[in-house]
């Protein structure tokens, strides 16, 4: 899963020094995956480790303040932008029902 400083899920790749995300592609060696923050923080939690599970509620509680707690509906919303942004990258997110989601390569 890519060394201290790389996660790598599929092409789906994580710098934790640079803090961002990158695609690697055959075409292009890296190509910056661009998020808003909080499916930029939604996807960060899913890849710290990769195929731990997060309920909604993990990430409401990581992505809210003390006053705004985001709903599932706001959870369930950056999820599926996430996996329509990632839709080629050999990576999925994956629900396990009544427990959560996690990310994975895709089979």
Do not use: W
Request: no cysteine; proline share 6%; glycine share 8%.
């Amino acid at each position: 899963n890519g060394g201290e400083d790389q996660v790598v899920v599929g092409a789906l790749v994580y710098d934790r020094l640079a803090n961002r995300f990158f695609i690697q592609t055959d075409q292009a060696p890296l190509q910056p995956l661009e998020l808003p923050a909080r499916e930029f923080s939604v996807l960060q939690l899913l890849m710290s480790p990769p195929g731990r599970v997060f309920s909604k509620r993990a990430l409401s509680d990581k992505l809210s303040g003390f006053d705004d707690a985001l709903g599932d509906n706001a959870i369930e919303a950056f999820i599926s932008r996430l996996r329509r942004k990632l839709a080629h990258s050999g990576t999925t997110i994956r629900t396990l029902r009544g427990l959560g989601y996690l990310i994975e390569p895709t089979a």
